[in-house]
Every structure is written in C-alpha cells, then in structure tokens.
C-alpha cells in the first residue's frame, strides 16, 4: 500500500472588490480625521477623485452607512456623521459596559497573551508621540483596545464591539489627537491598565479603565461643545 503525500491546503486570496477598496479609503479618511465631521461627500467629487464609477461609490457608502460613518439623506445628500454630545455620552455607557467585560474576560482566560498585546500597542504609541504623530499615536490607541477584543473569547460581545468600533476611532481622531495635554493623560492611564494585567488585579483593571473611558468620553463632549 502506497504512501499519500498530504499536500497542505492554501488559501486563495481573493482581490477586493472596487466598492471594498473605496469603503477602506473613505473610512481611512474619516477615521484618520481626513474628513471633517458633518462634511458633504458629494458622489461625483469622490468618484472623480478616486477614479470609480457611481455604483460602487454608492455600494461603498451604504456600507459606511451601517458601520455608522456616514448619513445618507435622500434627496439632499451624504454627510459624514456628526455626533452630538448625547451621541458621545450614550456611546460611552455603551463602550464602558463591552470593554470591562472584554478586558475581564481577557484576564481570566488570557492574561499574558493580551499583557503581550497592550504592551506593543503602547510601544506603538510612545514611538507615535516621539515623532509627533497624532494620526498613528490614535491608530495605535485604537489598536489598544481593539486587543480586549481580539482575546476575550466571546463572539457575540465581539460582533457588538464592531457595531460602535469606527465611530469610536473617529471620536478619538477628530476630538483628541489635537489636544497634547490630553495625549500624556491618554498614555498615562493605557499604561496603568497594563500594570493591571501584570498584577493580575481585576479590581484595579475596572476601575482604571471606568474613569479612562468616561475620561475620554468627557474630553469629547467638550471638544464638541467648544
């Protein structure tokens, strides 16, 4: 009986589609505070400016539309969305009750992976602050605690996350970056919730992360009201 030779599988690599490239690129654009908020993305301007057609324009927008980027209001146009300081405040209860669980979850059943993680997410963001830049120091804060998510082993508390994710790295672009004071508080406190993990301390970890959340959450409702 002859030997089979398992021939491992590969993964194909399909290429994007033309809509998926624009939605990236737009997002990119919102989330890296590109764009301002409430600005007018008129279809033909972006069309031209990105070298597509309507159709996947429009297909691009009404997924931005879901992720809540953007607002689509017929007949007079697409926006990108403009928060409210009710908007921030419902977002962060929101955000605070995901992210504890997350973060809990992650010290119980994977301390040292996520310890791993936030420790190069901070990396990260002391080499952004070292070069001045604003735009990878909120990349690599967004990165941070997308990490709570990555290795908290609930999908379900996962795909809730993703419902608010952009719009919460679009908050923190548009409405922190260009405070410096707020950036050496911001680094303070991620470096705090790191302590926690490698003190493995549950109580710590809530209440750092509470007052970092609603900290950011009260910066943000005042950048908006000023």
Known sequence: MGCRTMVPRL??????????????????????????????LREDGLGLSLGVSRTPMREALTRLQQQG????????????????????????????????????????????????????????????RSQGDGKAYARADTLFHERFFANCGNTYLVNAFNGIAWRIAALRAHLSVPRAEEQERSFAEHKQIVACFAENSRTMLTRVLNAHIMRSASVYAEALRS
């Open 11 to 40: 993964e194909l690599q399909l290429p994007k589609s033309l809509s998926t490239i624009v939605e990236e690129r737009i997002r990119d654009a919102i989330v890296d505070a590109e764009l301002a908020f409430g600005e007018t």
């Open 69 to 128: 980027l953007v607002v689509i209001v017929p007949k007079r146009g697409t926006f990108v969305f403009k928060p409210s300081a009710e908007d921030v405040e419902q977002l962060a209860a929101f955000r605070l009750l995901l992210e504890t669980t997350g973060a809990r979850l992650c010290l119980a059943h994977a301390r040292h992976r996520t310890q791993a993680d936030l420790e190069a997410a901070v990396a990260a963001m002391e080499a952004a």
